[in-house]
């Protein structure tokens, strides 16, 4: 199991391989973000993202199946979940065809001040398309539980 | 049309009404975020979430279309999409059956300095379920269109 305790500032990863497809585009869009230019590529060459292009939280989405994808498949961790994100930014179109995937580094790791049993972590995630362009970025405060004393119970007794 | 010289710091707006259903949540989690207490009440009764909670980024997915639904309802806008999202928090569970709203509030606006025909704004976006207790909350920085100078040729001579 993969405690705070075993996460350090620097760590890397790189996983992830996400097609985009138009289908999966029109009905995030049609489902969440039914703006024109995220509906035709008609109406997305008015603008500038030139075609049709994935909703911003759509790529958001697609990325979080990557991470879940890349948790599922290897050692179980310790983690309660994200309590948010920071400096989240699109910084380029996300169009159908591109072919996604991440790299991770750990920024900082910080010991909670209020819960002994608990840690914190803030992750750089980077978004690259098929260019290694970078096409979204943002930090996630993650929350994990600490390796428990050696000789603690497992259990209260 | 509402342009970015047509907001100011403090200017807040209420909208949205999104029925949270389990159907969705299971939708949403099965392609995006297929983590177990996303996915049975069963697993999501071992965790903090207590019963069936839906994925983070539903929630901000959903918001995204309550915001759409908004702006198609009103004036015009000259908006050109958001750069990204600041401090973004899931400050509480989502659950089948909430009931969803949105406040926002301005919190600053600023003139680019590169384009003198643009300008940002950061907007603080609070999402409330049928209680009135916060469920979410992030400041979205928006890019916009400014009012053209009057006399102005509408299109380049």
């Given amino acids: 199991m993969r405690y705070w305790d075993d996460i350090a500032i620097g760590d890397r990863n790189a996983f992830g391989h996400y097609q985009v497809t138009r289908d999966e585009v029109l009905d995030f869009a049609r489902r969440y973000d039914p703006q024109p230019f995220h509906l035709s590529d008609e109406e997305a060459a008015k603008t500038h993202f030139g075609r049709l292009a ?7 989405a697609m990325t979080m199946a990557m991470l879940v994808a890349n948790m599922q498949a290897g050692e179980p ?4 979940g994200a309590a948010g994100i920071d400096e989240l930014r699109w910084l380029k179109p996300v169009y159908p065809g591109d072919v996604l995937r991440c790299e991770t580094v750990v920024e900082d790791t910080r010991p909670s001040s209020s819960r002994p049993d608990m840690g914190s972590t803030r992750t750089r995630m980077t978004v690259f398309n098929q260019d290694d362009v970078r096409v979204m970025s943002f930090v996630a405060i993650g929350l994990w539980r600490r390796r428990p004393a050696e000789g603690a119970p497992a259990v209260p007794s």
């Fill in 54 to 60: 994935a909703s911003g939280w759509h790529t958001t």
């Fill in 77 to 80: 961790q310790a983690g309660l």
